[in-house]
């Protein structure tokens, strides 16, 4: 009997079918152990050991991988090909060791990279041992993600109020996000003409010239400078003749793209699709992990998380193949088309992610699949078929053309670009941002000293625009270009950016909140180090090079740790007025931008002698004046033009009607309320409401989306097995799907108008699978860090309004308090007076039991194997009750992989 371990039910489920009977493949649902949540996790002073910490479901699934193995002779290792995966295997061995579950079995590491029948097999024919490098890689970088996170955070939550957490990759991302933005605010638009003359062959064929010579000089885009200029030429040329100077005609090609790599994949999804990141990665799991087509259950895409771009040989011949059948023999090349990366730190060895079977065209599966799944299967299938098809064809024309008149010269140039053959562009085009249309105008035949007539001159003014807002595509984009985070890491980095309310996303650009603006400047200010690009992608080099066996992890840690650690000390020594001051020169674009009347943009504009200033208060930050508390003048941060845009757009009654209800007839109108903007149906005494969502802005609102909102809660469909209807809404919780009782979270707001009912059924038994509470305990909003005397605070929203929880004890929070800017000093202060207890802190009796657990991790750590203190507790049940404060911090203060 075989043993054999993988991450995912799913997988597990697909992988069972191939082996047989001979084998038990077993889920261990992700990795099994983690870090705790409190200081002294990772030891520096201990040469980073580590302490691990095992939570109840994974002690459970460990039990029964143990249970399993009594009449096993072999441990078959199977997780995913990546450092992930990798690290995952060595966690369960660590703990099955412990349990001394492993003695007289075989133990062997297999990988592959298609849950095929086929790659399954050839796995298990060729296993090897966990590769130890790849392990002390994710050591390192779990080490450094805790050591940044659990000492940068809490040195935010003192110094500004509000913040959550700080990251080694997330605060990087951020800071491109906020310097993007500070570029937009500071650019400055240069006025341009531009000056465009309609022409005429002999023949009468007409066509589109621009000014490239004046005076002399060669013209490029912005050297006409202002509309008395452009009109001089204008001028020039109503009364000059037209001659053309040269002729040119160049053939031109254009090479398909590479297959995906996880971000290409990720940027197409959002530029194609619609899909964040996050919801690419999710669907592209479930291609990955198998389903069942016409009764065979088979992986229909290779492994997700790759930044490689070749493609195994077989995959190259059923491509060329496909093509010849399905396009013909003249979209085939002559020879394969070999793909390298020019991404920084790219692993060459993973292949690209492409379909298992590129015989299996998407019309002839797109029945088995939801419709999200159908659209990035096809997605997948074309791109990779594409990039072994024939080049496109292009034919390049460029005509000069000379302006003469009493005695002065100008040039002209038109060109032309005429496709010739589509070759891969039959099948797939990049929806490139920066793309230039290649397949243009033709321009009509013309000789060198064909005399051209006039038809007409027009000049256009312009300015220049500031760089566009990065969008989860392009940020992905440029942070692998940086060679910051890794394929794995980009979603979980963009989610966090999101869920900490450090952007907002506005028509898929995203914009740095307050919040995200002022952590990044105070990074920027105290910790520039440690946000610069260069030292994120070297640190990145620096745990690549560890994976290939060149550097040993402690002394990278090593490295990092003193010069950080020093830091640290140093800025927590700082007094908050000092970080207020760095904080108001960094923004002061953006808290104290120009009125336009010469006053200084920093004087109080109620008492006029006072000096504004960025505040730090309890509930958040504002503007305020330096004479408090003679004057009380207070503002938001930023100049207020966001909500002078919302209350624009809504019209002076705070009302604005989107249209007519297709279904009533009744007016669809936007409005704003106490709780904030809403949309309405009709006029009634009750009228049908629905509150816009997190995410979803005024200025988006349109008639669709307005009638999707109020057609809530909409029906999926009936559930196979009880006949029950599946209906899918958002709530106070956020987007969900029902049924019977039972309810189970979606992604996104969007999935709630798209989720299919395969969907619907899998999440929902999931759900189940999990035990699904009545009265389960609310997700936490925010954590505080750990309580004086052990234990996480939290910060949760109940029943009754949130409340800070700590332990068992939970102290409702002070009517008007903003949940999210509550401080550690304020939360210690409530549980006090709960308790019962004087003073700021409660005493050890309201402890809930944590003396006792922390002594019995304590026991199961002294029994860790020597060699890296990193081995799991042979006492399950000493950290079981820990995993979920280790679950809701880990959230806060890492950046995952």
């Known amino acids: ?523 920027e200010s105290f910790f520039e180090r440690y946000v610069e690009y260069d030292f994120t992608a070297s640190l990145e080099e620096d745990l690549d090079r560890i994976s290939a066996g060149e550097l040993e992890w402690q002394e990278v840690l090593r490295r990092f740790w003193t010069d950080f650690n020093t830091r640290i000390g140093e800025v927590k020594e700082l007094r908050v007025a000092e970080v207020i001051d760095a904080l108001n020169d960094d923004l002061a674009a953006h808290i104290f931008p120009d009125r336009g009347d010469g006053s200084d943009p920093r004087s109080c504009p109620t008492c006029g002698t006072g000096k504004l200033s960025l505040k730090l208060g309890r509930f958040g930050s504002f503007i305020g004046c330096s004479n408090y508390p003679e004057c009380r003048f207070t503002r938001q941060l930023g100049n207020g033009q966001g909500e002078d845009q919302a209350d624009a757009a809504l019209g002076a009654d705070g009302v604005k009607v989107l249209g007519a209800d297709p279904k009533t007839g009744m007016d669809v109108s936007l409005r704003s309320g106490r709780f904030g903007p809403y949309v309405q149906l009709g006029e009634e005494a009750k009228p049908k409401r629905a509150s816009l969502p997190k995410g979803w802005s005024v200025e988006s609102m349109d008639l669709p989306r307005a009638c999707m909102l109020l057609d809530l809660p909409r029906e999926v469909g009936t559930h196979p097995e009880t006949g029950k209807v599946i209906e899918a809404n958002i709530g106070r919780y956020g987007p969900y799907v029902a049924h019977d009782g039972v309810y189970a979270n979606l992604d996104s707001v969007d999935e709630v108008f798209v989720v299919g009912l395969n969907r619907a059924v899998a999440v929902l038994a999931e759900k189940k699978e999990k035990g699904a509470r009545a009265r389960a305990t609310p997700a936490a909003l925010k954590s505080l860090g750990d309580h004086p005397d052990g234990g996480e605070i939290t910060v949760r929203d109940g029943r009754y309004g949130p409340y800070v929880a700590w332990g068992k004890i939970n102290a409702t929070l002070p009517k008007g308090t903003d949940p999210q800017a509550l401080t550690v000093e304020q939360a210690l202060a409530l549980l006090a007076e709960k308790s019962g207890k004087s003073g700021g802190k409660p005493k050890a009796a309201a402890k809930s039991k944590a003396p006792a657990k922390e002594k019995a991790a304590k026991s199961a750590d002294d029994k860790a194997p020597a060699k890296t203190k990193a081995a799991a507790p042979k006492k399950a049940a000493a950290t079981k009750k820990a995993a979920p404060r280790a679950k809701a911090v880990k959230k806060d203060t890492s950046d995952a992989e």
Not at 94 to 106: D, H, Q, S
Not at 301 to 323: C, F, H, L, S
Not at 424 to 443: A, I, P, V
Not at 485 to 501: C, I, K, M, Q
Request: with cysteine; aromatic share 8%.
């Open 1 to 523: 009997m075989n043993v054999v371990v993988v991450e995912s039910p799913a997988k597990a489920k697909t992988i069972n079918k191939y082996l047989g009977r001979d084998y038990t493949v077993l889920a261990s649902y992700g990795h099994v152990r983690d870090l705790p949540a409190k200081d002294g996790s990772v030891l520096p002073d201990e040469d980073f050991s580590m302490k691990w910490e095992t939570d109840g479901k994974s002690a459970k699934r460990l039990a029964d991988i143990a249970t399993a193995l009594k009449s096993a002779d072999r441990l078959i290792l199977a997780t995913d090909p990546d450092r992930e995966g990798e690290a995952i295997s060595w966690h369960v061995l660590e703990v099955l060791g412990a349990k001394r579950a492993l003695k007289g079995k075989t133990i062997q590491r297999v990988v592959f990279n298609a849950i095929t029948k086929q790659a399954v097999l050839d796995a298990m024919a060729k296993p090897r041992d966990v590769d130890q490098p790849l392990v002390a890689a994710y050591l390192a970088r779990r080490a450094l993600d805790y050591l940044v996170g659990f000492t940068l955070s809490p040195v935010l939550w003192r110094k500004l109020p509000g913040a959550r957490s700080a990251g080694r990759v997330q605060s990087v991302a951020l800071r491109l996000v906020c310097d993007r933005e500070n570029e937009i605010e500071t650019f400055r638009p240069q006025e341009y003409w531009s000056v465009l003359a309609r022409l005429a062959t002999p023949k009468g064929e007409e066509f589109e010239a621009r000014l490239s010579e004046w005076a002399g000089k060669k013209m490029t885009r912005l050297d006409v400078k202002d509309g008395t200029s452009a009109a001089e030429i204008r001028d020039f040329l109503n009364g000059a003749t037209f001659a053309v100077t040269d002729a040119e005609s160049k053939p031109q090609k254009r090479n398909p793209w590479a297959p995906f790599t996880t971000s290409t994949l990720q940027q197409e999804a959002s530029r194609k699709l619609g899909f964040s990141a996050q919801r690419t990665m999710q669907v592209a799991q479930r291609l990955y992990e198998g389903t069942d087509i016409g009764g065979e259950t088979v992986g229909l895409i290779t492994y997700m998380r790759t930044d490689g771009v070749q493609i195994a040989p077989e995959a190259i011949n059923a491509a060329r193949k496909v093509i010849s059948q399905e396009f013909g023999d003249r979209y085939l090349p002559e020879k394969p088309r070999f793909y390298s990366t020019k991404a920084k730190n790219a692993q060459e060895a993973h292949e690209a992610i492409r379909p298992t079977d590129l015989g299996r065209l998407p019309a002839t599966v797109i029945k088995y699949l939801e419709n999200d799944e159908a659209r990035l299967y096809e997605l997948i299938w074309k791109r990779t078929i594409a990039s072994q098809m024939q080049s496109a064809d292009f034919e390049r024309t460029t005509i000069d053309i000379s302006a003469k008149s009493g005695g002065k010269t100008a040039g002209l140039r038109a060109t032309g670009s005429v496709l010739k053959f589509d070759g891969f562009l039959t099948l797939y085009q990049e929806s490139r941002d920066d793309e230039e249309d290649e397949d243009g105008s033709r321009l009509p035949l013309m000789s060198v000293g064909d005399a051209l007539s006039r038809k007409s001159v027009a000049i256009d003014q312009h300015f220049t625009e500031p760089p566009p807002r990065y969008t989860e595509a392009t940020l992905v984009k440029k942070m692998e270009e940086l060679g910051i985070g890794r394929p794995s890491t980009y979603a979980a980095t963009l989610a966090t950016l999101r869920d900490r309310e450090y952007v907002d996303i506005d028509k898929k650009r995203l914009i740095p909140s307050d919040k995200g603006r002022i952590v990044t400047a105070f990074l």
